[in-house]
């Protein structure tokens, strides 16, 4: 088993381009080609998380947060993460982290393992990202444009929703003439020819755009492929932050807020006003989510639960919406389950294990 093994499968579920401008997802320390004796996965990076993987003969950690997140200059060994760094690099240890990827995604991502510990039904992405899509429209021979549809389809183009392999075809047709240098599909050289073909347009995630102009052109039967790329500003709703979702039946704000101190173990959860409403539309964001607020008022949410919200921002509750702060460790927590369930799934037969140790750096009285 080698790190590339772990990390394309990761990234197949949160593609790193999804990971926020300031992120520094991905592969942090360590070779692709590297052989792994087995994966210990942590919320965090730290120096115990490091020793823990060399006691137990791991020389992979996945954790959610980076330990780098801009570049380091020295390596003096004069803070946590330049001491991290140091020790990992000397045990041979690769040091992946999928972050802000894996919290924008819907389907295995974080906010979704959140809700599903809530138990949140018709759960969708509380603020969608957008221009991250684009259209391809590619011309075809009429007897050629199912296989072409499919390779496309197959790279993972034609995604919408819970649907796939959408596309809009239009017959029309073709013209064109070759040179001397040509060795036509059809028609001959030097000769105006014209072809029925269909148009096919489709949609794509940016980041899948080459792959699957790639597969589109090997399928294609003409040397030439006349082919348009179109960026498209529409929300994208497999990706974004936060998420919103609805419980079973209302609940009492205080009975679902002791609840939610059980269910993240929570040291103590910050909350505003909450005597006497029901909860039933809940949004959520593991981490810091308070610039969501405004997302989850307008989606009329009756509680927004994230972690590290500021003192004057609980204002802006203004007793529209109940803010329930239980901590950024708290909210996130479960994302360790949510890697140990994806790799033990896909590589059953290998060493994976949940960290012994709490890196939560905050404690209560």
Same mark, same amino acid.
Not at 79 to 82: C, I
Not at 254 to 257: D, E, G, I, K, Q
Not at 299 to 309: L, M, N, R, S
């Given at each position: 088993m080698k790190?590339?093994?772990?990390? *394309?499968y990761l990234e197949?579920i949160? #593609?790193?381009?999804?990971? $926020?401008?300031?992120?520094? &997802?991905?592969?942090?320390? /360590?070779?692709?080609?590297s052989e792994?004796t087995?994966?210990?996965?942590?919320l965090?990076i730290?120096?115990?998380?490091?020793?823990?993987?060399?006691e137990?003969n791991?020389?992979?950690?996945?954790s959610?947060h980076?330990?780098?997140f801009?570049?380091i200059?020295?390596?003096?060994?004069n803070?946590?993460?330049?001491r991290?760094?140091?020790?990992a690099i000397k045990?041979?240890?690769a040091i992946?982290?999928?972050?802000?990827?894996?919290?924008?995604?819907?389907?295995?991502?974080v906010n979704t393992k959140?809700g599903?510990?809530?138990?949140?039904?018709?759960t969708?992405?509380?603020?969608?990202v957008?221009?991250?899509? *684009?259209?391809?429209?590619?011309f075809? #021979?009429?007897?050629?444009? $199912?296989?072409?549809r499919? &390779?496309?389809?197959n790279? /993972?183009?034609?995604?919408?929703?819970?649907?796939?392999s959408?596309s809009?075809?239009?017959?029309?047709?073709?013209t064109f003439?070759?040179?001397?240098a040509?060795n036509p599909?059809a028609g001959?050289k030097?000769e105006?020819?014209?072809?029925?073909?269909?148009?096919i347009?489709t949609?794509v995630p940016s980041?899948l755009?080459?792959?699957?102009?790639?597969?589109?052109?090997?399928?294609?039967p003409?040397?030439?492929?006349a082919?348009?790329v179109?960026k498209i500003?529409n929300?994208w709703?497999?990706?974004?932050?936060?998420?919103?979702?609805?419980?079973?039946k209302?609940?009492?704000a205080?009975?679902?807020?002791n609840?939610?101190?059980?269910?993240?173990?929570?040291?103590?959860?910050k909350?505003?006003?909450?005597?006497?409403?029901?909860?039933?539309?809940?949004?959520?964001?593991?981490g810091?989510?308070?610039f969501?607020?405004?997302?989850?008022?307008r989606?009329?949410?009756?509680?927004?639960?994230?972690?590290?919200?500021k003192?004057h921002q609980?204002?802006d509750?203004?007793n529209?919406?109940i803010i329930?702060?239980?901590?950024h460790?708290?909210?996130?927590q479960?994302?360790?389950?949510l890697f140990?369930?994806?790799?033990?799934?896909?590589?059953?037969n290998f060493?994976v294990?949940?960290?012994?140790?709490?890196t939560?750096?905050?404690?209560?009285?």
């Open positions: 790190v590339s093994d772990i990390t *394309n197949s949160a #593609p790193a381009a999804l990971q $926020e401008s300031y992120d520094n &997802a991905g592969l942090i320390i /360590g070779n692709y080609n792994i087995g994966v210990l996965i942590s965090d730290t120096e115990e998380i490091i020793d823990e993987a060399i137990r791991l020389n992979m950690i996945i959610h980076p330990i780098v801009s570049g200059k020295r390596f003096n060994g803070n946590y993460v330049e991290c760094v140091i020790k045990n041979n240890i992946y982290s999928a972050h802000t990827n894996i919290d924008a995604v819907i389907q295995n991502g959140i599903e510990k809530i138990g949140l039904k018709n969708r992405i509380l603020s969608p957008k221009g991250v899509l *684009n259209k391809i429209a590619v075809v #021979p009429q007897k050629n444009a $199912e296989q072409v499919t &390779a496309m389809f790279a /993972g183009a034609g995604k919408i929703g819970n649907y796939d959408c809009f075809n239009i017959d029309g047709k073709g003439k070759g040179n001397e040509t599909h001959k030097g105006l020819h014209t072809e029925q073909e269909v148009k347009e949609i980041y755009t080459n792959k699957v102009v790639s597969s589109m052109i090997n399928a294609h003409y040397e030439e492929v082919y348009d179109y500003e929300e709703t497999e990706a974004g932050s936060g998420m919103i979702g609805e419980l079973e209302p609940e009492d205080m009975v679902f807020l609840r939610i101190k059980e269910i993240f173990g929570c040291g103590c959860i909350y505003t006003e909450a005597t006497g409403k029901t909860i039933q539309k809940v949004a959520l964001c593991g810091s989510g308070s969501l607020l405004n997302n989850a008022k989606e009329k949410a009756d509680i927004f639960i994230t972690g590290d919200f003192y609980f204002f509750a203004d529209q919406i329930a702060d239980i901590g460790y708290e909210s996130e479960y994302t360790k389950e140990y369930e994806l790799l033990t799934k896909k590589f059953s060493a294990c949940l960290t012994n140790i709490s939560n750096p905050i404690k209560y009285l």
